[in-house]
């Protein structure tokens, strides 16, 4: 297996409201939605946002779009009202959770976005 970014495998939506955050997450290609599923759990992205003490992590799959949306609850300091920083919201924090490393098998890693591999 190859550990790989994930945003060579997927790309990833974001939005915001109050002191929630929403992350959708989905494959390139159907065949990378089985590594999504597993190895993108709720403790996982729980763990990678641990430094913004998320209340809760829920995920919602969406296997029909080959895709998942996570709801991180109490990671935006208050929301846009009450946060002290200028950017804590949630575009910004999509681009932490497309950095994790997801393990694929070879056969995949010519197919991965970028690759100059057919």
């Known amino acids: 297996m190859a550990r790989v970014p994930l ?3 997927a790309h990833g939506r974001t939005g915001d409201k109050g002191d929630r955050s929403n ?3 989905f494959a390139y290609r159907p065949e990378a939605y089985p590594l999504l599923v597993e190895q993108l759990t709720e403790a996982r992205v729980a763990e990678t946002f641990r430094h913004r003490r998320p209340t809760a992590v ?3 799959l969406l296997p029909k779009l080959h ?4 709801v991180l609850d109490g990671v935006l300091d ?3 009202n009450d946060a002290l920083n200028l950017d804590t919201h949630g575009k910004a924090l999509s681009f932490l959770l497309m950095e994790m490393p997801i393990e694929v098998p070879p056969a995949l890693v010519g197919h991965l976005a970028g690759s100059e591999a057919p």
């Open 58 to 60: 829920k995920r919602y």
């Open 78 to 80: 208050g929301g846009v």
């Open 67 to 70: 895709g998942m949306n996570f």
């Open 23 to 25: 992350i959708s997450v």
């Open 7 to 9: 945003h060579l495998i």
